[in-house]
């Protein structure tokens, strides 16, 4: 794949999957949601959260179609960087909302509903990367879109070693086609101990390469962190929740369909992967 046509699949992600949220937002989808994020800013002493909840999905909606239209006309990039910016401040500000961590285990950095905000860290090197492509070099591009992937993959990827989220995740492993046998081989902690340790392990090997500008490591680092976030997308259809005849997606989907950013990002790692030359070994 082309660096240019790496470029549009990129773009037409992040956009499809923006419009996609602010559109299930505007039909009413995952209100608890949106209104524990407004919340936070307390503007709903303001505005009636009916009013703020459509303001709230028009402007994911508007972002997306910025993103898509900046593909055609280049005057939109930076309005386009500015949106995704401010988007991914709004969320993640709000994990300095107390009820984004889990209280009963001291709060942070035990997370909870946090979870889905920390994904908006991948929007970041995405937009710099959609406004400023050839303003640094490919191997900066890798670094920075290698930090929200270290982000999400240790953080969640630790969590798999509490009870808690072993729990939390059985009614997706134990409908899934692929990770079903987990659960015949190995106990729930058991099989979220491993999965804890894949995350870990690819995400290590995946920086490793990167650090050290080896191909091989980077590719098989992006391989094995790939499998995790592609793993996560068949979730909308094996388990309840990912889509809603009326909202379009619903929770599961809400939280899974972000795992697309951070396919976006190692789609950018792998454009500097293959700039890289595999050692040559010497006789």
Not at 139 to 162: D, S
Request: glycine share 10%; hydrophobic share 55%; aromatic share 14%.
């Amino acid at each position: 794949m082309s660096h240019s046509t790496n470029y549009k699949v990129i773009a037409f992600t992040v956009a499809l999957s923006l419009m996609l949220l602010g559109s299930s937002f505007i039909l009413g989808g995952n209100l608890g949601y949106v209104e524990k994020a407004l919340g936070f800013y307390s503007l709903n002493d303001l505005y009636s959260m009916q009013s703020l909840i459509q303001v709230f999905g028009l402007f994911f909606l508007m972002t997306g179609i910025s993103v898509g239209a900046a593909l055609f006309i280049t005057q939109l990039r930076r309005p386009q960087f500015a949106l995704l910016v401010v988007l991914s401040g709004i969320m993640l500000l709000t994990l300095f909302d107390a009820g984004r961590w889990i209280a009963s285990h001291g709060g942070f950095p035990v997370i909870g509903s946090g979870q889905g905000i920390i994904k908006y860290f991948a929007l970041l090197p995405l937009a710099f990367y959609l406004c400023f492509t050839k303003r640094v070099s490919a191997r900066q591009h890798a670094i920075l879109n290698y930090i929200p992937v270290a982000i999400v993959l240790f953080w969640i990827g630790g969590m798999k070693f509490l009870e808690l989220e072993a729990k939390a995740i059985v009614p997706l492993v134990e409908t899934s086609p692929f990770m079903a046998w987990l659960y015949q081989v190995f106990t729930i902690q058991q099989a979220s101990d491993l999965i804890g340790i894949y995350d870990l392990g690819f995400a290590i090997l995946l920086g490793t390469g990167i650090w050290l500008g080896r191909r091989n490591l980077v590719l098989i680092g992006i391989a094995g962190t790939g499998a995790v976030f592609t793993m996560t997308q068949t979730f909308l259809f094996s388990a309840d929740g990912g889509f809603s005849p009326t909202t379009l997606i619903d929770g599961l989907g809400l939280f899974i369909i972000k795992d697309l950013w951070f396919i976006c990002n190692l789609a950018i790692i792998f454009d500097y992967a293959r700039k890289l030359r595999t050692p040559k070994v010497e006789n």
